[in-house]
Nanobody, 123 residues
Framework: QVQLVESGGGLVQAGDSLRLSCAAS????????MGWFRQAPGKEREFVAF????????GYTDSMKGRSTISRDNARNTVYLQMNSLKPEDRAVYYC????????????????WGQGTQVTVSS
């Protein structure tokens, strides 16, 4: 049974940093591209970042470019999202997801999803 478990969310002030983690089990982790998505209240789930199987290929949504870094540790079956200079508009539930195919910004490409971790940024 595949499980993706996110952690690291919380309540922070604008300008602060957070590092989200996603621990995967029940799959051959290094066969999967990984992604982070987020969903704000009343909005659709949107792409944040992806990382390829080997960790070299990465991509970000424009609003997070320069403020976030996605990385992975295949030995620990874990993917990370370091977020800096957080803004109130970054408030959302953040989800990690696993994609057996190539990296993608499209949420329909991802087969497995975690339950999410809440990030709240106060102004």
């Amino acid at each position: 049974q595949v499980q993706l478990v996110e952690s690291g969310g919380g309540l922070v002030q604008a300008g602060d940093s957070l590092r989200l983690s996603c621990a995967a089990s029940g799959l051959t982790f290094d066969n999967y591209a990984m992604g982070w998505f987020r969903q704000a209240p009343g909005k659709e789930r949107e792409f944040v970042a992806f990382i390829g199987r080997g960790g070299t290929a990465t991509g970000y949504t424009d609003s997070m470019k320069g403020r976030s870094t996605i990385s992975r540790d295949n030995a620990r079956n874990t993917v990370y999202l370091q977020m800096n200079s957080l803004k109130p508009e970054d408030r959302a539930v953040y989800y990690c997801a696993a994609n057996l195919r190539a990296v993608s910004r499209n949420r329909s490409a991802y087969a497995y999803w975690g339950q999410g971790t809440q990030v709240t940024v106060s102004s």
